[in-house]
């Protein structure tokens, strides 16, 4: 095939949360001139799985962080660290395990919340229709639009994802790699927990078995509704959904 040819395709990836329906890939881009080297529909769904709820990524991080600044389950000043858990169904198609570590400080100003402040720490693994990880993950961020005033949540953070992969489809290559994802101004409505905006960058530095070495760069824009779009800076465009 000409690596010229631009390859337009769409076709499913699930992601890990059970009501999830997929990760959807739409790209046009050049075609890689090394069969061996790591694809952006690689890189695409490592990413996803470190939005995707079910693996404890942005997504979770998101809505456990307005559970904590809803319900109100910290007073002014006060700090705690708590083992968050979570794994699929016995049986289940595509399954994963996660575990987290999770310490937030609450901040007030004269009285009214005013920042959250949260970081985690942890290991999850999965295996996806297309993929299968093992990873240690991290993270630091703030949450404000606390007070009554606020309808919505704003959440700021810098997320990093380590791991090693093996696809399971193509030429199912194994690689490891390192996600870091810099969110920016991620707007979570306090009525249904979900995010409604926001953008994040992204990161990609990833090592293939045979020792080539990709590195990408990319954005994700939130659009509400459980979707958002991950702009590789390759020229790949990638729809997710959970």
């Known amino acids: 095939m000409n690596s010229q040819t631009c390859n337009k395709r769409t076709f499913t990836i699930p992601a890990l949360v059970i009501l999830s329906t997929g990760l959807l890939f739409s790209s046009c881009k050049k075609d890689s001139a090394d069969d061996q080297s790591i694809t952006d529909e690689d890189i695409a769904e490592a990413v996803s799985q470190s939005v995707t709820p079910s693996s404890a990524g942005l997504v979770a991080q998101a809505d456990i962080s307005a559970d904590i600044a809803i319900n109100k389950h910290l007073a002014c000043g006060a700090t705690k660290d708590s083992v968050i858990t979570g794994q699929s169904s016995l049986g289940a198609a595509i399954t994963y395990f996660y575990r987290h570590e999770l310490n937030r400080t609450l901040s007030c100003n004269e009285g009214v919340p005013s920042v959250l402040s949260l970081s985690y720490k942890g290991k999850t693994t999965y295996t996806t ?9 991290w993270a630091t961020g703030t949450v404000t639009g606390l007070g009554p005033a606020s309808t919505n949540l704003v959440l700021n953070q810098e997320y990093t994802r380590k791991g090693s992969q093996q696809s399971l489809v193509g030429r199912k290559r194994s690689f490891t790699s390192t996600i870091t994802i810099t969110s920016s101004d991620i707007t979570v409505s306090k009525t249904t927990r979900r995010i409604v905006s926001g953008t994040a960058t992204i990161q990609f530095e990833g090592k293939t078995s045979g020792g080539i070495t990709v590195s990408r760069g ?14 590789l800076n390759s020229g790949g465009e990638y729809a997710l959904s959970w």
């Open 218 to 231: 990319g954005t994700i824009i939130f659009e509400g509704n459980q979707k958002a779009i991950l702009k």
């Open 129 to 137: 229709l297309r993929m299968s990880s093992n990873d240690s993950a």
